[in-house]
């Protein structure tokens, strides 16, 4: 069973910066990509970022630029560092890692990021 988990969130004042990650544990040997989703208070699930297999990174127009998605293929762990956080970005951040395409995906059960100061 696999089961992925994001770490990381917390509290941080506007302007200020946070690094979430994301582990990956189980029968999985491949890496097929990686997403970053949110879901504000009230509002439905909204994408973030997205890193492909051989390192190509895409991010939505909310955060490009200020957000940078990473992997460590080493160990296997996914990383966003968040940069110049507003209060807009107070969310729950999801960390999805794709599996078998096209239909499986890993979702992780997120972590808070609260902007407020």
């Known amino acids: 069973q696999v089961h992925v988990e994001e770490s990381g969130g917390g509290l941080v004042q506007p302007g200020g910066s946070l690094r979430l990650s994301c582990a990956t544990s189980?029968?999985?040997?491949?890496?097929?990509?990686m997403g970053w989703y949110r879901r504000a208070a009230g509002k439905e699930r909204e994408w973030v970022a997205t890193?492909?297999?051989?390192?190509?990174?895409t991010y939505a127009d909310s955060v490009r630029g200020r957000f940078l998605v990473s992997r460590d293929s080493a160990t296997d762990t996914g990383y966003l560092q968040m940069n110049h956080l507003q209060p807009e970005d107070t969310a729950v951040y999801y960390c999805?890692?794709?599996?078998?395409?096209?239909?499986?995906?890993?979702w992780g059960q997120g972590t808070q990021v609260t902007v407020s100061a």
């Open positions: 999805v890692r794709a599996g078998e395409r096209p239909s499986i995906d890993y």
């Open positions: 890193i492909t297999s051989y390192g190509s990174a």
């Open positions: 189980g029968s999985i040997l491949d890496f097929k990509g």
